[in-house]
């Protein structure tokens, strides 16, 4: 669990080249005390946005993924993430910027709801969901610093 204490605090977590696409959702209250992730789809529905607890540090870290366009044609396809399948309206390409040249995409839920997936797969198995759901938030942070060599700042 991790505690964002202000707007300000959320906005330092996404790197300024994604600050200037980031639209909060309605309604935010402040502190937020997130369990695992936080993630949220903007009302046009073309950006979802990520923020993930912190890795080394006090600082959470936000991503601002793009949809790219999907042929939403038939078949199913596998989140990176979650590993639940799903028709390609559910599951699909989600990009984010590297740096001015560079874009990297991942096949994900393209909500990022892999979490109530992965609890509903815990439940109908009795197992425990932290047992799905943490290495799903290790699968995200590794895609935060491979990819996008996003460190986190260490603790002074």
Not at 23 to 35: D, M, Q, S, T
Not at 125 to 131: A, D, F, V
């Amino acid at each position: 669990m991790f505690r964002i204490e202000t707007e300000k605090d959320l906005l330092q977590a996404f790197r300024p080249r994604d600050r200037k696409t980031l639209e909060l959702p309605a309604g935010l209250k402040f502190p937020l005390f997130v369990r695992d992730y936080l993630a949220w789809t903007e009302p046009a529905g073309t950006r979802v946005f990520l923020v993930i607890p912190p890795q080394g540090s006090r600082l959470p870290v936000g991503i601002a993924f793009r949809r790219d366009s999907q042929g939403g044609g038939p078949g199913s396809c596998m989140c990176d993430w979650c590993h639940s399948y799903g028709s390609a309206d559910e599951i699909g390409l989600l990009t984010t910027d590297v740096n001015s040249k560079r874009r990297v995409g991942v096949s994900l839920c393209l909500d990022l709801r892999c979490k109530e997936k992965l609890e509903t797969v815990a439940d109908r198995s009795g197992r425990h969901p932290l047992e799905f759901v943490k290495p799903l938030v290790e699968r995200m942070s590794r895609f935060a610093r491979e990819a996008l060599r996003i460190e986190t700042v260490p603790e002074n």
